[in-house]
């Protein structure tokens, strides 16, 4: 499995994925402390100094990926604070 660094200008993150989509959604829901609105991910097997080869996608691209994949679970599973704990 491949190994993909991802960052997105504040936070940075490595993470072993099948994809960069992958890796990106890993990093947002498991390493890094805030979603990037209106924005962008870039992503490298090389490492997280700029290179030709890196691969950017939207900020919005990656969260409708994370609500495709896992919104269900979300709603399901509501944070204590949104069932007025």
Known sequence: MPKFYVRDGYEYGVMDAETPEDAICMCVIHRFSTFVINGFYIVSE???????DDIIFSSDFIIDIISDRFGDEFRENPRKDEEGY
């Open 46 to 52: 090389v490492g997280f100094e700029k290179h030709d």
